[in-house]
């Protein structure tokens, strides 16, 4: 039957040529669009990862949800010991502490309100290759009293590098404390709402300001964003017995998640108006070529043939029509994404963003077999209908058809 089945479908050369032209096209659209929609999704990651959150934060108990307010109530005083405990495991590429606070920031003239970050300046450049900078360089630990500021923040003091600025603020106690800073650098990250408060220190100095040694998170960094949800399991095992939690990057930036909810609802709707237009176009051809083909088969009822034996030869056709045009169409995808890729297509900043961005058509094995999936059930429902309704029509009536 397989060998009869794919006679009859290049027999006619023309209608199955169109037929698998909008197969191929509508495979291919789904390879394209839905590998687009991946590379927003990687990138997004990538630059919420290597910009603000890293990979994982360790941090107190109840810190997430109320330390914003009070920082300095959810200190991890231990933070060195825990720091050695995880880089134990070997996925993980970095462990960095940061401490938070708030204040104000003033530059002789006026004040400007602040949330700020003690870091270790060399391994938040590591981290930080998505934070880009825009004047001036990246804090290094050499720098005792060098300060990054937000791109919001520079613009909001007329702040350029090398001014002095101050940091003041009131630590634990009440009391009122206040540090001298060279701006090093102006940033800008993926947030616009976080350039305009953001401001960075050396941890050391941080510490001093606030009269503590403690820090608000450690900030782990690993060599593969795959193995995130592996490793969080991994380390909370370890620190199970400690008063802290552990936050992946997706949990940190609950902005993900919705954008990734909203692009897959629309890919969805994309995936079923592509379905649509491949099973009405294929349904219009197949029907075509079953009406033409009525006093063939006919004959073929005359002479004894079933009518199961008769739907199983026209749904084989269907589906060599739908294996053929839906493996070419994710051959033609594959090629139009390298292609793409290598050009890029450059895209406007996001929502609540300044920067710009290069996207790319990711070649992702799932979606690869969900376009392949579509061509081909879409091409084998077109061909259902048409089947049963020939092998309704009476023998006599399809014979007619012969003369």
């Given at each position: 039957?397989?060998?009869?089945?794919?006679?009859?479908?290049f027999?006619?050369?023309?209608?199955?040529a169109?037929?698998l032209?909008?197969?191929?096209?509508?495979?291919?659209?789904?390879?394209?669009?839905?590998?687009?929609?991946?590379?927003?999704?990687?990138?997004?990651?990538?630059?919420?990862?290597?910009?603000?959150?890293g990979?994982?934060?360790?941090?107190?108990?109840?810190?997430?949800?109320?330390?914003?307010?009070?920082?300095?109530?959810?200190?991890?005083?231990?933070?060195g010991?825990?720091?050695?405990?995880?880089?134990?495991i070997?996925?993980i590429?970095?462990?960095?502490?940061?401490?938070?606070?708030?204040?104000?920031?003033?530059?002789?003239?006026?004040?400007?309100?602040?949330?700020?970050?003690?870091?270790?300046?060399?391994?938040?450049?590591?981290?930080?290759s998505?934070?880009?900078?825009?004047?001036?360089?990246?804090?290094?630990?050499?720098?005792?009293?060098?300060?990054?500021?937000?791109?919001?923040?520079?613009?909001?003091?007329?702040?350029?590098?090398?001014?002095?600025?101050?940091?003041?603020?009131?630590?634990?106690?009440?009391?009122?404390?206040?540090?001298?800073?060279?701006?090093?650098?102006?940033?800008?990250?993926?947030?616009k709402?976080?350039?305009?408060?953001?401001?960075?220190?050396?941890?050391?100095?941080?510490?001093?300001?606030?009269?503590?040694?403690?820090?608000?998170?450690?900030?782990?960094?690993?060599?593969?964003?795959?193995?995130?949800?592996?490793?969080?399991?991994?380390?909370?095992?370890?620190?199970?017995?400690?008063?802290?939690?552990?936050?992946?990057?997706?949990?940190?930036?609950?902005?993900?998640?919705?954008?990734?909810?909203?692009?897959?609802?629309?890919?969805?709707?994309?995936?079923?108006?592509?379905?649509?237009?491949?099973?009405?176009?294929?349904?219009?051809?197949?029907?075509?070529?079953?009406?033409?083909?009525?006093?063939?088969?006919?004959?073929?009822?005359?002479?004894?043939?079933?009518?199961?034996?008769?739907?199983?030869?026209?749904?084989?056709?269907?589906?060599?029509?739908?294996?053929?045009?839906?493996?070419?169409?994710?051959?033609?995808?594959?090629?139009?994404?390298?292609?793409?890729?290598?050009?890029?297509?450059p895209?406007?900043?996001?929502?609540?963003?300044?920067?710009t961005?290069?996207?790319?058509?990711?070649?992702?094995?799932?979606?690869?077999?969900?376009?392949?999936?579509?061509?081909?059930?879409?091409?084998?429902?077109?061909?259902?209908?048409?089947?049963?309704?020939?092998?309704?029509?009476?023998?006599?009536?399809?014979?007619?058809?012969?003369?």
């Amino acid at each position: 039957m397989l060998d009869l089945a794919l006679r009859n479908v290049f027999r006619q050369k023309t209608r199955t040529a169109m037929t698998l032209a909008a197969i191929v096209f509508g495979v291919a659209g789904l390879l394209l669009s839905g590998g687009f929609v991946r590379d927003i999704f990687f990138q997004l990651g990538e630059l919420l990862i290597h910009s603000q959150s890293g990979h994982l934060q360790v941090m107190r108990t109840g810190y997430y949800e109320a330390g914003t307010r009070s920082p300095e109530k959810y200190l991890i005083d231990n933070a060195g010991s825990i720091s050695t405990l995880l880089r134990e495991i070997p996925e993980i590429d970095d462990v960095m502490a940061r401490i938070s606070f708030s204040g104000l920031l003033n530059n002789g003239r006026s004040d400007w309100a602040i949330v700020g970050e003690g870091v270790e300046p060399d391994k938040e450049s590591r981290l930080g290759s998505h934070l880009r900078i825009i004047a001036g360089r990246q804090l290094r630990d050499q720098d005792q009293d060098g300060i990054m500021i937000g791109h919001g923040v520079a613009q909001a003091l007329k702040l350029v590098p090398g001014e002095r600025v101050t940091i003041m603020l009131n630590t634990k106690e009440g009391s009122l404390n206040s540090l001298d800073f060279e701006v090093i650098g102006i940033f800008q990250s993926f947030s616009k709402d976080f350039d305009a408060r953001a401001v960075r220190i050396p941890l050391k100095a941080a510490q001093e300001l606030l009269f503590n040694t403690g820090v608000n998170t450690l900030v782990i960094s690993l060599k593969r964003t795959e193995d995130t949800a592996r490793v969080a399991a991994m380390v909370k095992s370890k620190v199970s017995k400690l008063p802290v939690e552990v936050r992946t990057w997706i949990e940190l930036n609950d902005f993900y998640e919705k954008t990734v909810a909203l692009y897959d609802r629309q890919f969805g709707i994309l995936q079923l108006i592509i379905l649509l237009m491949v099973l009405l176009t294929v349904s219009n051809s197949v029907n075509m070529s079953i009406t033409e083909r009525t006093g063939e088969f006919g004959t073929m009822r005359a002479l004894g043939n079933r009518s199961g034996h008769i739907i199983r030869l026209i749904m084989t056709e269907s589906s060599l029509l739908g294996v053929i045009g839906s493996g070419t169409g994710v051959a033609l995808g594959i090629v139009l994404a390298l292609a793409i890729s290598t050009v890029g297509i450059p895209m406007p900043p996001p929502p609540n963003s300044n920067l710009t961005y290069t996207a790319h058509i990711r070649i992702v094995p799932v979606v690869v077999a969900t376009a392949f999936l579509v061509g081909v059930v879409a091409t084998f429902l077109a061909a259902l209908v048409p089947a049963m309704r020939v092998t309704r029509t009476p023998v006599v009536d399809a014979l007619r058809q012969n003369i």
